[in-house]
Each structure stands twice: as C-alpha cells, then as structure tokens.
C-alpha cells in the first residue's frame, strides 16, 4: 500500500511503505503507545470504550512476563498491550500465547493484587488505578469503580491487545487458537502500524504512522458453572475454666524496651504496595514477622554480635512446592529485587531451604544508624512481599 501526499502547489508525492520489519523497533512502538493512547482504534473495535489513560509500562505479572503497556478507560475497562516486529520469529510463535498467559493470570488477580502491582510499576501510592481515571475524567464513585474492575477482573474481561509494523501469521489460525480457550470473556484484536517515510523540501524525513485493524474477535461470555458445598457452621468452643496460676511478671529489660520501640516505628512507617498485606508483628527480641501466605513469614532481624541486619524467608513447607515453585521462577525473582535497588537475595538449599538478603549494621547504633535500618528494612520487607506473595498465592488458586 502507498499513501499520496498532495500539497496545493506541488505535482503529488508518492510515499512508499516501509518494509515490514524494517519500522520502529518495538520499544519505540511501545513508548509511542505509551505517551500516546488515544492513537490506538479503540472504538473501532467496541464502541463501549471510553477516554483511554496509560495506567503502567512494562507491568510486572509474577510468574508470567512483563506487559508491554497497561492502558483502562475511565470507567476502569482494562487494554492490555504488546508490541512485537512480526520480523522477529518469537513473536509468529509466542506472542498470541504470551498475551493469554497475561490475561489468564490476571483474571486470577483480585482488585488489591492488581493494585500492588500499579503501584510497583508507578511507584505512587493509594489506589492508583482510580486516581488515574478520576485524573482522566472519570466520575464514577471510588467504590462503584472498584468493584466495576474486580468483576473484569474475574470474568476475564479484558481488550487484548497485539500491536505490530504488519501481520504474517494467517489470522484464521489464530481465530482458531483463540476460540480454543476456555473461561475468559476477552476481546483481542490486531493492530497494524504501517509506517511511511517522506522527504520534504528541506530534506528533513518525516515520518507517518497509520495503525489500522486487521482482524478481531467477538466477544463471547463463558460461563464457568461451581458447585458449592453448603456452609459449614462453626460454633464458639467454651474455654474450660483456667487452673489458678500463680505468675510472677518481670519488667521488661531496657533491651526490650528499645526494641519494641523500633517494631512500632516500623510498623507504622511502613507502607507496602499490596494493599491486602497483614501488618507485621513482633516476633521476639531482635526480630520482626512479616506474615506471607502458606503460613510463611519473611522474618526481619537485627544482631549487635555480628553487626547486621538481614530479611530472610525460610521454605519450612513439608512437600516443598512452595520452594520449588519460587526456586523456578529465580531469575525473575532476582530481577525484581535488582529493580528495586536491592541486590539479588541470596538462595541457599538443605535441609530447610531459604532466601535471604543482609547488611553491614555497626555499632553503636545511634538515631541515624537506627533510621537507616529502619529504611532498609522497610524497603526489604516490601519486596519480599511484593516478589513472594503473589507466587505462594498462586499455590492454592
């Protein structure tokens, strides 16, 4: 296909297409949807679509991949993105699988672990997802938009999106591919982003990008049929009257004290990006419990005899699924801990196998030396939580 340029003076330009897989590399496409949302023919594809807003780029989803670009509607409807040059084999082969992976994952996804991993991906805090409609004009009240996006969410309702510089997968096939999936009420379509190139006058290249759709699905919503046990009624088991005990009770040690001091500052100043994180507690003199699911913690210490401070998660779990299933996913693992300026945990086996990460402490320790650790503990604690949470969770989903 070519375009002509006609200028009122001028005999007409005759501009070529470039070659497909010649166009924008992939993050450029990416970072150009990115800054540029409204640039996608939402509406073409359904016109219940309202303003598009860019939510995140390059969104963590544990245990998955990293979507290329995030974007929603004000009224919290979810387009989920990916670029790929269709010169690139990977992307004939995998790219169609990659995206329902996505799409399979966050359908697995409540409103608060879609929340965390916004936040991880914006570094804002609160509920982002809403305040960044409410920024887009969005007028729906904050409860309503939430639980608008948690049934999305669970029905699989999602625009999925696959974004290219030109399509050579024959798309009955993937009709065919995508009509053999089960449990999910998405929408997916194609988007071609033709590029041409033209000279002015000047000899300054212009560029023209037209996207335009080459193929679509129709939505069709699956039903998923449960059958529910009935409820379990659980009655209050009266305590038997306690024996007479005779307790002598100690002041607490100035050690004691100080530390208890500590876990409240911690406790309080700490703000992890799952919105559904417990709070910690203490756990003894010298350490702090992060509670995570499959009834294990990520345990936080301090130790004056060997001047450090650490995290540490202990895989106690007596099948070890939980171990082997985050010991698969490492690199991934390592990665978030790298994004989030920390270096990579370290990974030891044995007998009680675990995960941990420290740092020098010297004494004394003073104010600032005690704010530091807090600091450090604060951010080690948040991402434990946000790498380890959600991949024990999917144990039991």
Request: proline share 6%.
């Amino acid at each position: 296909m070519t375009l002509v340029l006609i200028r009122d003076d001028d005999a007409p330009t005759i501009v070529e297409r470039v070659p497909q897989g010649e166009a924008r590399r992939e993050h450029t496409l990416r970072d150009l949807i990115y800054d540029n949302p409204a640039i996608l023919p939402v509406r073409d594809i359904d016109p219940g679509y309202g303003r598009l807003f860019t939510v995140a780029r390059e969104l963590n989803v544990p245990g998955v991949g990293f979507i290329d670009v995030l974007l929603a509607d004000e009224h919290g409807r979810l387009v989920v993105v990916e670029c790929k040059l269709w010169r690139n084999p990977q992307a004939r082969r995998e790219v169609v699988g990659q995206i329902l992976d996505y799409a399979r994952e966050l359908s697995r996804y409540g409103y608060e672990d879609l929340q965390r991993q916004i936040t991880i991906a914006t570094r804002r805090q609160g509920n982002v997802l809403y305040a960044l409609a409410r920024e887009a004009g969005g007028v729906l009240e904050e409860a309503v938009f939430v639980d608008r996006v948690a049934r999305d969410l669970e029905a699989g309702r999602f625009l999925l999106l696959i974004a290219g510089d030109g399509i050579t997968e024959g798309t009955r096939r993937i009709g065919e591919y995508l009509r053999a999936q089960p449990g999910l009420a998405f929408e997916f379509a194609l988007i071609e982003f033709a590029e041409y190139r033209a000279s002015d006058e000047g000899g300054t290249t212009r560029t023209i990008i037209q996207p335009r759709i080459l193929a679509q699905t129709v939505t069709i919503e699956r039903h998923v049929i449960r059958s529910e046990v009935a409820g379990v009624s659980i009655d209050a088991i009266e305590p038997a009257p306690a024996a007479r005990t005779r307790v002598t009770v100690s002041e607490p040690s100035d050690s004691s004290r100080s530390w208890q001091g500590f876990v409240d500052r911690f406790v309080a100043e700490t703000v992890f990006d799952d919105p559904a994180q417990p709070p910690a507690r203490r756990g003894g003199n010298g350490w702090i419990r992060v509670p995570l699911p499959d009834g294990l913690y990520v345990n936080l210490y301090r130790s004056s005899t060997n001047q450090r401070c650490g995290a540490h998660v202990r895989f106690a779990s007596l099948d070890g699924a939980a171990w082997e299933l985050c010991l698969a996913d490492r690199d991934a693992i390592d990665a978030e801990f790298i994004t989030a300026g920390l270096p990579a945990p370290d990974w030891g086996g044995g007998e009680v196998p675990g995960v941990g990460l420290v740092t020098p402490s010297t004494i004394p320790w003073d104010a600032a030396e005690e704010d530091r650790m807090l600091r450090w503990m604060g951010v080690a604690a948040n991402q434990f939580v946000n790498s380890f949470r959600p991949r024990l969770q999917n144990l039991h989903d």
